[in-house]
Every structure is written in structure tokens, then in C-alpha cells.
């Protein structure tokens, strides 16, 4: 059967307990993006600024509203393949500015204009680096997931894509 691109999108035919990802997801990604807003200078701009990341004062909010609109879209399973993508892009920039130079135990310079920041801790290296990505990791993965099989069937993308009695 042939479906209509947005249609495919968000067909899905997961299980319902696709909701547990969507809720592990959303219980992390719009509270950290409001913290984002709140507290910009400890968790937003201030902390992006710390790291490295280029232009903190429009990707310290940026971030924040991505975190909120699409943790709140894969929530309500809503464009659920859709709301993944930047959500994925945000675990692994993460990733890439904050975990990799735990690894490395120095600061990592990208090019000439951009250098991400380690930040102190008790220790470096490998294992340090497992450590601190369990939760990145876990983001991804759960992100990933959705992009993969979409909201689930308690979703509101299952709603939309179910066939009228007509077409039948």
C-alpha cells in the first residue's frame, strides 16, 4: 500500500509501551530546556559559554525552546519521528562538547575558533567518559528509538494516520 510522505512519517506501529520512552524522553528534555530559560547563567548561556559553544547567547536559549517543543511534542506523540531529529543533533552535540574532553582529560580544540572545555573533576580518561554519558546516551538511544518506530500506539501521530472507514 502506498502512503502519502507525511502519512509514512508518522505511521507507526509500535507498541503502546512506547509510551514509557516518550515519557523517560520528555521528563528530561522540558525540564532541562526550562532550566535553560530560568537559569541562564548556570544551565543556558552561562554554562554554553563555559563549554565552548559557539554563540552561547543565541544556542543557550535555542536549545532551551528545541528541548521544551520537541520533549513536549514526543510527549504527546506528536510528529514523534520529526521532534527526534533535533533532539538527536542536541545528544550528540553534547556529546562532542562535553564528554569528549572528559575522555581526552584536556580541553579539545575543534578549530582555530572553536574549543570545547574540560571541566574539572576527580578523574579522566575512558571510564570517566562512560560515566558522565549515561544519561547523553541514554537520551540518544531513547531519540533514536522514536526516530525509528515513531510515537507508539498511544500517540496522537497513531490517531492522525488512522484510515477512515471508507477507504477501507
Not at 68 to 88: K, N, Q
Not at 92 to 111: C, E, N, R, S
Request: proline share 5%; aromatic share 12%.
Amino acid at each position: 500500500m502506498k502512503c502519502e510522505k507525511l502519512t509514512c512519517l508518522l505511521t507507526t506501529q509500535a507498541s503502546r509501551w512506547t509510551i514509557f520512552i516518550r515519557l523517560a524522553l520528555a521528563g528530561v528534555f522540558i525540564p532541562e530546556g526550562i532550566q535553560k530559560l530560568i537559569y541562564p547563567e548556570i544551565l543556558g548561556t552561562g554554562r554554553f559559554i563555559k563549554m565552548g559553544i559557539p554563540y552561547p547567547e543565541l544556542t543557550g536559549p535555542f536549545v532551551g525552546w528545541v528541548e521544551i517543543i520537541c520533549g513536549s511534542l514526543i510527549l504527546l506523540g506528536l510528529f514523534t519521528r520529526f521532534a527526534a531529529v533535533p533532539l538527536i543533533i542536541t545528544m550528540l552535540v553534547a556529546i562532542t562538547a562535553t564528554k569528549i574532553p572528559v575522555w581526552m582529560g584536556h580541553d579539545w580544540v575543534v578549530t582555530e575558533n572553536i574549543t570545547f572545555y574540560v571541566r574539572e573533576l576527580k578523574r579522566y580518561g575512558f571510564w570517566s567518559f562512560m560515566h558522565e554519558t549515561r544519561l547523553d546516551w541514554a537520551m540518544l538511544m531513547g531519540a533514536g528509538y522514536m526516530l525509528a518506530v515513531g510515537g507508539g500506539r498511544w500517540s496522537l501521530d497513531k490517531r492522525l494516520t488512522r484510515e477512515s472507514p471508507a477507504s477501507l
